[in-house]
């Protein structure tokens, strides 16, 4: 199996009280920023992802986001270019570079290209539509979305094989010239690691590819729905997908001890944590979805996409919410720490604890990378860095071991979809779900 | 009660969901980005000496997309093809909102083809002072109560209460396509100013209604469609937001019989 370590690399000293007055962190005003604090961290960051290649972490993954106090990250390419350089070993994942948003495809295959060169071959490339948010901070058109993503990753496909220079002329891109003269080191095309929160379009369509589909901390019964959904298209097109297809990014927090943990682990409701990403009419903007996700969230009133209700879609912005009642959200959200760690959807403790759970949860859903999501919030160096040491020294080699018992086959151990299927072939199960009604989630 | 029926016509390559009501000579009546809202009083007015027809804008959920449409004028390119093979002869247009951009699209491609051109609140012209409202970065229901300066009476009837899910549903497929065809630039079309100049050498009659508490359309908008149509009449509504034929039927009416007289 592989394990990576991802962050989202958050401003760490954006106050909390506009970002809940704003009831987001898509929005909040920059004129908080400080370049001072933001050079030590994006320095910090960088040297943070070296330390998780010395304690032992086959990956370091990245993201970015616009707009956004949440991510500091927002050109993906600039940074992980310096990892590229300062790292030896760990695979440098991208989760992932938004293609509609950038607009710019060839530029991206240009991009990406020189990071698996300098890297010589350590670039795992994903790709994502981009959160709704972005699509208002880039302004690229939502009804859009998929058409672009879809048009843009075979352009960069035929960018990285094809023998150029040759003219372009899509529906949304065009292209005179192409003939980059920058490809991939790795041959035919670096590994594509799709991260997404259980569309089933984005699913089927990884599924097609073959491509591992990374899912982004979703509670596991959904996820076990998605992943047999996955295995059944696979099956269809002649393949059995295994743990090589599949990925979990987990929230995971580790101290010394449960209480300093749970302590520090708050930071990942800072703000209202994921939940608060962006506001319902940034996350779902209009064509974002597809018609059957619109149908699904219309007949579901108290159903949620993307954490979005339709009743929160219906109310207007100015509707119930005190904007000045902050001190009372924040003493709900830590109610909502404690259920999300109920849940597994977010794991807090010392090495012992974060094992336990790490490996129940593996146990459900098998996959073949796991990476651990460090905290949010205002969490200093000093206990970040020792949250990776203490992964890495501790909790890993037990996951590893965990792993190889459970044959968990990562994507670079068996290459996802080299296993072929009979046509007529009943598959095999790639979830565990008698060990998912043993864990009596609430 | 005037009649009215919801029928699917075969017009410019496509299946056209069109409501028609009332008799008399032809009124086209363009629906504005959130779609149309049902037959309300002023519909019933206006009913009362012309037929009535309204096309549910193709992608709004009733009508099927158009896939090779990008822009609002490549709606109005397919109006004056459905106006050609309906056979509905020299029209009166009446559009609202994004429904007069396509509208003020038609006048500015063929204005031979139109009687008159009425635009309530019109989107389609960037104005130099104030912004156009973006419908896509709130939710529906803001944009409603954005769209009216009083949110009782016949508003309330119309958009008061629960929203059915088919409703929902409804609203999403404009917002979504009104996005595929407007999200940029927003509303507007930089050619439309110069391009209106064929409407205005034939003197087509237009007339501009704008609510004098329109949140939605900034005054500007109205101030540079008159620049490019100097012969356009401009009534403004006082006390009304966006959606005058809601807030002030009366007005309205009388404005739009006036022209069509």
Known sequence: MQIAHFTERPIRYVPEAPVLQNRAFFGVSNKYFDAEKSAHDYNF??????????????????NEHHGNPFCSGNVLTTEAAILARITSKVKIVLIGTPLPVIKHPLRAAEELATIDIISRGRLVSGWVRGAGSEQF????NPAYNREMFNEAHEFIMQCWTREGPWRYEGKHFHYRHVNPWVKPYQKPVPQQWIPGVLSPETILWCAEKRYPYLGLGTALGPTCDMWDMYADKAAELGYQAGPENFGYLLPVFCADTDEKAQDLGRGFIFGGGQNAFSRPEHTLP?????????RMLANQPGGSWLGVSKAKMMAGQEDSWDASAYEGLRQKLIKGYEKVQENLQVVVGS????????????KVIRPGVFTVFAVQGNV?????????????KEVLPAVRAFGKQQDLQGPFDRFPGSVKLAPGTKRLPVVDRAALAALNLP | MATWKEETVKVAGSELVVVRGGSGKPLLVLHDEMGYTGWMGWNEELAKGRELIIPLQPGFGKSPRLDWAWRHRDIANFYQNMIRELNLGKVDLLGFSAGGYIAAEMAAANPEQL?????????????????????????INTYLRASVADQENEFKNIYGGE?????????????AESARIGWEPYMFNPSLPALLRSAANVKLPTLLIRGSDDGIVPEDCIRKYKEALPQAQVVSIAGAGHRVEIEKKDEFVAAVKKILA
């Open chain 1, 380 to 392: 200093s160096d000093k206990d970040r860095l020792r949250s990776v040491e203490l992964l890495g």
């Open chain 1, 351 to 362: 090495p012992e604890t974060c094992i336990k759970k790490i490996t129940d949860i593996l």
């Open chain 2, 115 to 139: 009687a008159s051109l009425t635009l309530v609140g019109p989107m389609g012209i960037k104005p130099d002072k104030g912004e156009i409202y973006d419908m896509f970065a709130c939710t």
């Open chain 1, 137 to 140: 901070f880039n302004n690229a």
């Open chain 1, 45 to 62: 960051y960088l040297d943070e992802a070296c330390y998780c290649e010395e304690v032992g972490f086959d990956a370091v993954a990245i």
């Open chain 1, 286 to 294: 209009p064509g974002y979805n597809s018609k059957a996700a619109i």
């Open chain 2, 163 to 175: 929203m059915s899910p088919e409703q929902f549903e409804l609203f999403e497929d404009a917002r």
